[in-house]
């Protein structure tokens, strides 16, 4: 499928706000996968680090 300018790639035939919606939505679930389980690890690790300090002080 070729289009004659970019106004018409975007406009995808008039499924572009459906196409671009679902582009959106992928990206941000990818985004999300990516960042939700570094944030999940370093949570833990401050967790851990906090839990051996207070059991050297006891």
């Known amino acids: 499928m070729s289009f004659a300018s970019f106004g018409e ?3 995808m035939g008039s499924h572009g706000p459906y196409v ?3 582009y959106a939505i ?3 679930v990818l985004a999300l996968n990516l960042v939700l389980p570094l944030r999940v690890r370093r949570s833990y690790l ?3 680090a906090r839990r051996l300090r ?3 002080q006891k």
């Open 54 to 56: 207070r059991e050297e």
């Open 46 to 48: 401050q967790g851990e």
């Open 9 to 11: 790639f975007l406009a």
């Open 20 to 22: 671009w919606t679902a």
């Open 26 to 28: 992928s990206l941000l």
